[in-house]
Nanobody, 123 residues
Framework: QVQLVESGGGLVQPGGSLRLSCAAS????????IGWFRQAPGKEREAISC???????HFADSVKGRVTISRDSAKNTVYLQMDTLEPEDTAVYYC?????????????????WGQGTQVTVSS
């Protein structure tokens, strides 16, 4: 059984930082492209970052320069480091895994999904 579990969300003040984790069981994340997505209330899901099987990365314009994505193969985990957070970053953040890089990076889709972690940026 494949499971992706996001963690690391929470309440942070504007300008603060968070590191989200996407930990997997049942699959080896090194063999998959991983995408991070977010959905704010009343808005459509937005793809914000992805990393391919060969560690090519992509970032949405809305987070470019404030976000980094990385893998820890030993922990079978992908991280999303978010800095200089803004109230507009408030959303539920999801990770997804897919063998097809194009799906998670440009297709706003994926085969396996986590349950999401809430990020709230507020003073």
């Amino acid at each position: 059984q494949v499971q992706l579990v996001e963690s690391g969300g929470g309440l942070v003040q504007p300008g603060g930082s968070l590191r989200l984790s996407c930990a997997a069981s049942g699959i080896t994340l090194d063999h998959y492209a991983i995408g991070w997505f977010r959905q704010a209330p009343g808005k459509e899901r937005e793809a914000i970052s992805c990393i391919s099987e060969v560690d090519s990365t992509h970032f949405a314009d809305s987070v470019k320069g404030r976000v980094t994505i990385s893998r820890d193969s030993a922990k079978n985990t992908v991280y999303l480091q978010m800095d200089t957070l803004e109230p507009e970053d408030t959303a539920v953040y999801y990770c997804a895994a897919d063998r097809n890089y194009l799906r998670v990076c440009f297709g706003n889709s994926g085969t396996y999904w986590g349950q999401g972690t809430q990020v709230t940026v507020s003073s």
